[in-house]
């Protein structure tokens, strides 16, 4: 079996950071954090081409206003548990969780609850089961799809609800 390397193999830029790189690193994370730039975007600014690509990418994928910012970090975090993406869920429960309102215990329940588990409402329940079906079966059952459906459509943005 090959070794792993115990720390990261491209290691990403400390600080002090030249003023239009702080200037981009702090765009990058939620408005008002004093949070250093977390190493995933600090590894990215390595390649300017790269980070220059990719932040119009998560902003579209987590600013586009389709999906409540709450119950898209109750997908985000459920999807990163299940999936073993340790440092992402942990990015997501320090930097979004509370801002979007999820709660001590709804946060513990994206990595070691269910559907069922008290802390989510018969909504947020429905959310995490998209994202158990997903992970289990690469797939959403068709009474789980129309349950779905009668609380989201295609065209359901936040200031509709």
């Keep these: 079996m090959a070794e792993t390397a115990t720390g990261p193999r491209i290691a990403p830029l400390e600080p002090p950071y030249e003023p239009e790189l702080e200037a981009m690193l702090r765009k990058w994370m939620p408005p008002g954090s004093e949070m250093e730039p977390l190493a995933l975007f600090r590894t990215l600014a390595l390649h300017d081409d790269l980070m220059s690509r990719m932040r119009p990418l ?8 389709r999906v409540d910012p709450r119950d898209r970090e109750i ?21 979004f969780a ?11 329940a994206t990595a070691t609850g269910a559907a069922d588990d008290p802390a989510w409402s018969e909504n947020d329940a429905l959310l995490v089961r998209l994202a158990d079906d997903l992970h289990e079966g690469c797939g959403v059952s068709d009474e789980l799809w129309s349950a779905l459906a009668a609380r989201y459509t295609p065209t359901t943005s936040c200031s509709s609800w």
């Design 58 to 65: 998560g902003a579209g994928i987590l600013g586009h206003g």
């Design 75 to 95: 997908v985000i975090h459920r999807t990163c548990a299940r999936s073993g993406a340790e440092y992402e869920w942990g990015v997501h429960a320090v930097a």
């Design 98 to 108: 509370e801002a979007v309102g999820l709660t001590k215990e709804q946060i513990a």
